[in-house]
C-alpha cells in the first residue's frame, strides 16, 4: 500500500473514479452503518487496484476514526474528572 498526500488543482469529487459512501442509518433507537461503492458511469469499468485502493483507504479511515473516538472518550473522561474535583474544592466533599 502506497500512501500520499493529494495535491492537485482538481478538486478530489471531480476525478472520475469509484468511490465509497458510508452512513449510519436510524434503526430502533440506534444507528447501523449503510455503504455503497458509487462509480462514475453505469458502463465505468472497475480495475481490482482501484477497488484494492478503496479498501486501503478504508483501513486508513477506520484507525482514524478509531483515534478521533479515542480523543474524544480521553477528553469527556479528563472533563468528567475536572468537574468532579471543582466540586469536592467548592463543597468540601462529593456529591
Not at 500520499?4 to 442509518?25: C, G, R, T, V
Not at 486501503?56 to 469527556?76: F, Q, T
Amino acid at each position: 500500500m502506497r500512501i500520499s498526500n493529494f495535491d492537485s488543482e482538481i478538486p478530489l469529487h471531480d476525478i472520475q473514479s469509484l468511490s465509497i459512501m458510508i452512513k449510519a442509518i436510524p434503526f430502533e433507537n440506534s444507528f447501523v452503518p449503510a455503504f455503497l461503492i458509487i462509480s462514475p458511469e453505469d458502463d465505468y469499468e472497475m480495475d481490482i487496484d482501484e477497488i484494492n485502493a478503496l479498501m486501503d483507504g478504508i483501513e486508513i479511515a477506520k484507525a482514524r476514526v478509531d483515534e478521533i473516538i479515542d480523543y474524544i472518550l480521553r477528553k469527556k473522561i479528563f472533563r468528567n474528572a475536572e468537574e468532579e474535583e471543582k466540586e469536592i474544592d467548592d463543597f468540601g466533599e462529593s456529591n
